[in-house]
Nanobody
Framework: VQLVESGGGLVQPGGSLRLSCATS????????MRWYRQAPGKERELVAG????????NYADSVKGRFTISRDNAKNTVYLQMNSLKPEDTAVYYC?????????WGQGTQVTVST
């Protein structure tokens, strides 16, 4: 099983980034997919989730209206489009696959929002 995040980096406040999580080794279309993040000294928090078909999504209040989660089941990939980024969005972002108590995690990608 592999989950490989990419797309992180340094961006100025107000900027945008698109994270990708390419997966392999499991049946992607049967897993609920989530993005989490963890800032230094803080607990890991759920950012966004998307159901198996991609028709249902949920977001943390702090990112609603700014972030969009999506998935491509043909490519076994989940995305997180992040707009209007703020310094408080700075964190390591992790991709998670969840199905019936089974969880797989990626290694994380750093997002830094700073001038």
């Amino acid at each position: 099983v592999q989950l490989v995040e990419s797309g992180g980096g340094l961006v100025q406040p107000g900027g945008s980034l698109r994270l990708s999580c390419a997966t392999s080794g499991f049946t992607f279309s049967t897993y609920y997919m989530r993005w989490y993040r963890q800032a230094p000294g803080k607990e890991r928090e759920l950012v966004a989730g998307i159901n198996r078909a991609g028709g249902g999504t949920n977001y943390a209040d702090s990112v609603k209206g700014r972030f969009t989660i999506s998935r491509d089941n043909a490519k076994n990939t989940v995305y997180l489009q992040m707009n209007s980024l703020k310094p408080e969005d700075t964190a390591v972002y992790y991709c998670n696959a969840h199905h019936w108590g089974v969880d797989y995690w990626g290694q994380g990608t750093q997002v830094t929002v700073s001038t």
